[in-house]
């Protein structure tokens, strides 16, 4: 079984850059060889070499990275051809999947401010040589730490204005702002910062694809921390940590504060309400869930309930406005307990399977299969769900994978 279950934070008070990201991954350790490889995939074995050094900003130590071309004048790439070089490259599915996820982003948002197709983008800084080492550097350095949950603090975008291959733009650059308007994400105040570009376009982009959620970090065990610095010169230090923690009381309850929205609507139909229950999910919403009820007059209704991070209030008030009819939502916050749990990838006869699991306080482990695995496998190899269901299980409590599969499970 190949278990997974790291949380880790970026702490970033000074803003967001690629080459920050990946010089806190190198501070904590990664091997050079897990940026490489993937780049060597990409045909960029040569095209570039990783520069960096321990150094200090306002007296705390830190990683300094540069990116250092060896082509004189590396290629701008239209979003078109650098999507196709890396779907056909030969990189692991979930690293491939991720570095398309963050251009894809940075696509869109390049397209929304330049107001052409995104498939027309013509990268400039995000499509260099440097901008694929960062992007590529930081997805296989979080997947080879075994990170399966990441918070990022808001970070402060900047202002002033800075020389681009457009010309001189207005900060915070325009797509960064754009990926925090299309993914409603939140920037720390910039007011005390002396005019400088804080949060690159590149640095958001990986943030919007890979954390799960912006704001301050829960309670946590500090495991180690990775200091990537910054080359401009600040009032104070430039830096960005990432650090990687768990949960405290690793076989003990969690405690947690959560935001509870509800609205009871009686004039809207199924249709209707399943588009603003999936329009609910998808932006952010750790639990949604409809329970009929029967209002004034006789008229039944649903009561439909969001529970979330309380940071997201005013992202999911925006999509009960424009989906739903109720002309109020009730908001509260609540605690919630929970088990501690960790994610694994459990490697059976008839396929890989992701496995849910959760120690009580007794020391026992409550274990579930991913429902969607087991039905791909199922289908594939015609099987009964739940014999196929009980087979995974058993392997999880052996913590074996018998490579032979037996006729029948």
Known sequence: MQRQGRLAVVDCPTGLAGNMLLAALLDLGLPEAVVHEPLAALGLADAYRLEFQEARSAGLRGLQLQVAL????????HWGGLRSQLAEAPLEPQLQQRVLAV????????????????EQVHFHEVGAVDALVDVVGVCAGLQHFGITELICTPPPAGHGRVSTAHGWLPLPAPAVLELARARHLPLASSESFPPAELTTPTGMALMAALADRFGQAPALVPEAVGVGLGTRQLDRANLLRLVLAHPPGATGELQETLLQQQAQIDDASGEDLALLMEALRNSGALEVFAQALQMKKGRPASMITVLARPEQ???????????????????????????????????????????????????????????????????????PVARLRRAVLALVDDDLVDPSPPPHP
């Open 70 to 77: 060896t082509e004189p004048s590396p290629p701008h790439r």
């Open 103 to 118: 251009f894809g982003l940075l696509a869109d948002a390049e397209a929304a401010v330049h107001g052409y197709g995104a």
């Open 313 to 383: 209030a005013e992202a999911l008030r925006a999509v009960w406005w424009r989906y739903g009819t109720s002309l109020g939502v009730r908001e509260e916050l609540l605690q919630r307990w929970s088990l501690p749990r960790e994610q694994a990838l459990v490697d059976t006869p008839w396929g890989p399977v992701r496995i849910k699991r959760s120690r009580r306080p007794d020391g026992s482990w409550l274990c579930k299969p991913e429902a969607d695995d087991l039905a791909a496998l199922a289908l594939r190899h015609q099987l």
